[in-house]
T-cell receptor, first 113, second 114 residues
């Protein structure tokens, strides 16, 4: 089961940090956590991924709990252009589903002025 | 090319006709994915190719759907005897190394069956 659970929608004020949670309680040791976002009528855009350690890049930070059962995507200073659907995905780096990316329904993040 | 290219960008077809959708992945990418996205919905997995391995076809909704990948590069998704419920955006993605690097998505083909 490659399922992740995310809130359906969230709001954030422009300039504030947006913290998007994701539950992946059944994750296995060799599964990566990926985040993508999709802005209306565009293809999904990669944001960040991680396995065990927290990760940071120019777009966001990814905080993974020690037991790896949940993670949080942090957009440190949200802008109106960050309004999008955010997908948290598991990628299995082994076994019969090696490399398969399964998307859920995602979180609709709305950044308001 | 600079990214994943899909063609056509838009396709309108009559119910019952066959359609072919094309995906040109990033050069050197061994993994290739097809997804479908209906209006207002999330991405539905269709099929996944990895190198010379047998593709994972577990997401194909019916035997009217098929896909092939020639020479480990270009992929074609074929829908036979199209139905109105096939109307959706069909997205293709490719990646260099499964899970360890990100997948890059094309802009999709918007299929409308009338």
């Amino acid at each position: 089961d490659a399922k992740t659970t995310q809130p359906t929608s969230m709001d954030c004020a422009e300039g504030r940090a947006a913290n998007l949670p994701c539950n992946h309680s059944t994750i296995s040791g060799n599964e990566y956590v990926y985040w993508y976002r999709q802005i209306h009528s565009q293809g999904p855009q990669y944001i960040i991924h991680g396995l065990k350690n927290n990760e940071t890049n120019e777009m966001a930070s990814l905080i993974i709990t020690e037991d790896r059962k949940s993670s949080t995507l942090i957009l440190p200073h949200a802008t109106l252009r960050d309004t999008a659907v955010y997908y948290c995905i598991r990628c299995n780096a082994g076994g019969t589903s090696y490399g398969k990316l399964t998307f859920g329904q995602g979180t609709i993040l709305t950044v308001h002025p | 090319g600079a990214g994943v290219s899909q063609s056509p960008s838009n396709k309108v077809t009559e119910k019952g006709k066959d359609v072919e959708l094309r995906c040109d992945p990033i050069s050197g990418h061994t993994a290739l994915y097809w997804y479908r996205q209906s209006l207002g919905q999330g991405l539905e997995f269709l099929i996944y190719f990895q190198g010379n391995s047998a593709p994972d076809k577990s997401g194909l909704p019916s035997d009217r759907f098929s896909a092939e990948r020639t020479g480990g590069s270009v992929s074609t998704l074929t829908i036979q005897r199209t139905q109105q419920e096939d109307s959706a955006v069909y997205l293709c993605a490719s990646s260099l190394a499964r899970c360890r690097t990100e997948a890059f998505f094309g802009q999709g083909t918007r299929l409308t069956v009338v």
